[in-house]
């Protein structure tokens, strides 16, 4: 597994991600399948064909939920761009747009799980201050918790990992991360 940046465009704004064995960064990939990849996101639905009729959503067909998907992914990535980019003082930032894992944390910790969502979409990643975060994964999330689906859990497992790798590493505030790569 590695921890490389995705963007560091100033000292005060940085998106790292994790990538795991011969794999683009998870933020990369994730756009990609959920963008690009028609034949993944129509393997996913139909798998999930449960989840998705199940009216969490309401209700619509698969190629319905592969363009909006593909939408909202494209949204979710030009908002993170926008974020990144921007040099107003008062722009919106990454703790806006991430979010505790829990809905019900309301207290910032250190090495906080956080979760990004747009719609279904899901980027999670470990909190190392305002607008310094790790990408650990994400996931197409068609129910209530976490804790039902394998791809979900498995998730959850990523996070957790990425936490602890970061904790025994010192690598807990903003003032560790002035590395390009990092390898675990």
Request: net charge negative; aromatic share 12%; glycine share 4%.
């Amino acid at each position: 597994m590695k921890i490389g940046s995705i963007f560091a465009v100033d000292k005060s704004k940085k998106l790292y991600s994790v990538a795991y064995e011969d794999q683009p960064n998870e933020f990369q990939r994730l756009l990609n399948l959920w963008i690009q990849d028609i034949e993944f996101l129509a393997q996913f639905f139909e798998t999930h064909e449960s989840d998705l009729l199940s009216g969490f959503f309401g209700n619509m067909s698969m190629e319905q939920a592969i363009e909006l998907t593909r939408r909202e992914a494209v949204k979710l990535r030009d908002q993170f761009y926008r974020i990144l980019n921007s040099s107003d003082a008062g722009a919106e930032n990454l703790q806006q747009i991430f979010k505790p894992l829990s809905n019900t944390d309301y207290q910032l910790k250190p090495l906080a799980k956080e979760k990004s969502k747009r719609g279904w979409l899901r980027i999670y990643a470990i909190r190392i201050s305002a607008d310094v975060y790790v990408v650990s994964g994400g996931a197409i999330k068609l129910t209530a918790t976490m804790n039902t689906r394998p791809h979900l859990l498995l998730e959850l497992q990523k996070l957790e990992a990425t936490r602890q790798f970061l904790k025994e590493n010192g690598l807990i505030d903003e003032s560790n991360f002035d590395f390009v790569e990092f390898e675990i």
